[in-house]
């Protein structure tokens, strides 16, 4: 029965989410008693959140295409990221990991966040990084040729000039870009992708301090991350 138990959720484990929850974690200077996921998917990394920072974890997405294992850990609503169902302040923290690029207007969906984000709340916010040269590498469920292929689509897009979300290219955004849709809501966000990497890839870190001191970064990170406060009522 233990086997039995252990194999049905084996699947909810990631390396990359698991870090984040750390980098969560380190940021929250209070309890986590509930956690927002915007664009959650099948519901698979909400549930890693639930476990790893042992909180109380809500997931939207605007299919309701969920995984069994993870409803049984975590709620899980089909929502439109641009008008949550949920009543202002509601969540200590809000997670949204390459899911912005999806939403028409992502200026609302931040809008949301910021609206159901209770005052001294964090979020934190990643996509994938406009800037770059190349992307997928750390997909896990994409073959070599089709991250081959997807990469080509990227390239032909920037030729042509519609490489951005509007036009339907999995673009995401730079960190220019994203740093100031995010501070259209939410004052002063933090650019936390050097530590992303750099616990990610910690054995690397000579490779990733040359590229962070050269500023090849901003063209070889695939991912921008940005994680923030909003601040306390009277701090406004």
């Not at 109380?56 to 069994?68: N, Y």
């Not at 439109?80 to 999806?102: I, Q, T």
């Amino acid at each position: 029965m233990i086997e039995k138990h252990a194999a049905k959720h084996a699947v909810l484990v990631d390396r990359k989410t698991e870090h984040v929850c750390a980098m969560i974690s380190g940021h929250c200077s209070r309890k986590i008693d509930r956690l927002l996921v915007v664009g959650c998917g099948s519901g698979v990394e909400a549930a890693i959140l639930a476990k790893g920072l042992n909180t109380r974890v809500t997931g939207v997405d605007i299919q309701a295409d969920f995984d069994a294992r993870a409803r049984e850990l975590v709620e899980l609503y089909q929502a439109d990221a641009r008008k949550l169902p949920f009543p202002d302040g509601s969540f200590d923290v809000v997670y949204s990991y390459h899911a912005l690029e999806h939403i028409p207007e992502p200026v609302r969906a931040i809008r949301e966040v910021a609206r159901v984000l209770r005052f001294g709340g964090s979020y934190f916010i990643g996509t994938p990084n406009r800037s770059r040269v190349i992307g997928y590498l750390g997909s896990k469920t994409d073959t070599t040729k089709e991250k081959i292929l997807y990469n080509l689509w990227d390239w032909k897009n920037r030729i042509k000039g519609r490489f951005r979300n509007e036009f339907g290219a999995h673009a995401g955004f730079t960190a220019t870009e994203l740093r100031e849709l995010i501070e259209d809501s939410l004052p002063n966000p933090i650019d936390v992708s050097h530590d992303y990497y750099g616990v990610l890839y910690g054995r690397h870190r000579q490779l990733l301090s040359i590229l962070r001191g050269s500023g090849l970064y901003k063209v070889l990170y695939p991912s921008v991350y940005f994680i923030g406060t909003k601040p306390d009522r009277a701090e406004l």
